[in-house]
């Protein structure tokens, strides 16, 4: 562990990333101390007298939205969600890619081949319309949001984990393992998975910008989670009208998604290259 | 190779009829009756009998899915909810519009990740380098519509050098293309770094070196054509990310392809028009992943198919 921390401090971007990302972790947590108003709360003055929103002002920092609504506020709770969902999301995809993956390279025979197909057939889906779709049909919540999400987003993990188990499987030590009497649920759990955490953990990090972006974009669908939960992606789609005007409703939650994305693939990206010893030299 | 083809090909239509089954199976989840709907709040046991007899439902699932892939192969995509026309129609009226998008987004990506790798490639290690890689990862983690509404605040609104969106001339794709291929953009520059900084490792490399040709010389010309090669054969891959991509940059820019109409489907839950385009674009991403299979041993002799 301290091994790993050591290169991986070495990459002074995925250190950033990793800081970026304690720090909207934190701010998210703490909304209800640091935000200045209640997000739903809809201000008498907060619109100009033609019902235009507030441009950014030391009263209203971020400014108001359409409904005279604090921005800072709902960026803050809004947050919350994207991040919850974005992680709940990956935690899913990470999960079932992972079973998929290393029961269709271990099994091997029908099984393995049938997950494989269909494993294809999800490759061959355009994963945000099918996204879209389930969600349009569903009406979801929160967290049949990061379900969707999940669903649509395990392929890649499955197929990484299913390469690397087929590589690992021909290892003497699961040889070894096997001669001793170990079955194969225990060889599954105790050999062939620890093995594979390196993945898991890159694909971990890494994966939460995909779904935060994927959050994001269904919310700007229209088909996200439902009002009043302020998500970033839900602020932009209720405030697209207003981005000549009114720009800074829609770049404010915009580059709140980009650094949290962005947050997440450096640091996933600096943690693959410390957790693979063959590729430091190369950079 | 021509076994190969037919394998692939076969393994293919399996796929798309795959993709079928899973879009047939999407009807079921609404939560609303079509037979409801159709026949009126005030309708009898009767007539939503009758209705159901129309529109086959009171088939077996199996017979109804037959059929639906019978008429999906004739090109019959079913009628809109909403809009009351051929969803065949309306998807093949719009597809060409889509299809130019692409085109635009693929220069586009390229014309931004190519330069930006091999640029990385040649001065790696360097500051600049891990200044263009952190950068394209910016591309990456970029939505698509903070992106399109961006560049159209900037370039269409402040600056008023390009149109507010709409279809017509080169001028109006440009922004379009352009955000729907910078996400490919970021890929491709490291990618292209990353095929690059093999092939610059090479003997061959370091004959040309010796031999005392300029370095701007052995990059651009000995090693970009070998280079560039792997990154040609995955053109074909991005179909995938496009057809996602389509929705919301065509909604965004007012684009007439099949993406605003899959927008304008699911504000209106038009369940028939969503699982037609769903179907198209997966037919699309298929042949895409098809070519990028059978354009790598053109490109390169060394790898061969079985």
Known sequence: MGELWRAFRKDKAAVAGLAVIALFVLAALLAPVLAPYDPNFQFMDGLTDDGQPLPPSERFWFGTDRLGRDQLARVLYGGGVSLLIGVLANGFAVLIGTLLGVTAGYVKGRIGAAIMRFTDLMMAFPALLLGIALAAILKPSLFIVALVIALVSWVQVARVVYTETLALAERDFIEAARALGASPTRILFRHLIPHLMPTVLVYGTLGIATTVLFEATLSFVGVGVQPPMPSWGKMIFDSQSYYLTAPWLVFIPGAAILITALAFNLAGDGLRDALDPTQRGRR | ?306
Request: charged share 15%; aromatic share 10%.
């Open chain 2, 1 to 306: 190779m021509l076994t190969y083809l037919a394998k692939r090909l076969v393994t293919s239509a399996f796929i798309l009829l795959g993709v079928t089954l899973v879009t047939f199976c999407m009807t079921f989840l609404i939560p609303a009756d079509p037979v409801a709907m159709i026949a009126g709040r005030n309708s009898t046991e009767q007539s939503r009998q009758l209705i159901r007899e129309q529109l086959g439902l009171h088939r077996p699932l199996p017979v109804q899915y037959a059929d639906y892939v019978v008429r999906l192969a004739q090109g019959d995509f079913g009628r809109s909810f909403a809009r009351k026309t051929d969803v065949g129609e309306l998807i093949w009226s719009r597809l060409p519009a889509t299809l130019l998008l692409m085109l635009g987004a693929i220069v586009a990506e390229l014309l931004i990740g190519l330069p930006a790798g091999i640029w990385a490639a040649s001065r790696r290690g360097r500051r600049s380098d891990k200044a263009v890689m952190t950068l394209s990862f910016v591309g990456v983690s970029a939505p698509q519509f903070v992106v399109g509404l961006s560049l159209l605040y900037v370039f269409a609104f402040w600056l008023q050098w390009l149109p507010l969106g709409g279809y017509g001339t080169v001028w109006h794709l440009i922004l379009p293309a352009i955000t729907l291929g910078i996400a490919g953009g970021g890929w491709y520059s490291r990618m292209m770094r990353s095929s690059m900084v093999d092939v610059l490792r090479q003997d061959y490399i370091r004959t040309a070196r010796a031999k005392g040709v300029p370095e701007w010389r052995v990059v651009l010309k000995h090693g970009l054509k070998n280079a560039i090669l792997p990154i040609i054969a995955m053109i074909g891959l991005d179909v995938g990310i496009f057809m996602s991509g389509v929705v919301v940059v065509e909604s965004v820019f007012g684009w007439p392809g099949i993406g605003q109409l899959m927008w304008g489907a699911i504000q209106a839950l038009d369940i028939p028009i969503i699982m037609g385009v769903t179907v198209v674009a997966a037919a699309f991403i298929i042949l895409g992943n098809l070519l990028a299979d059978l354009v790598t041993p053109l490109i390169d002799p060394r790898i061969r198919l079985r």
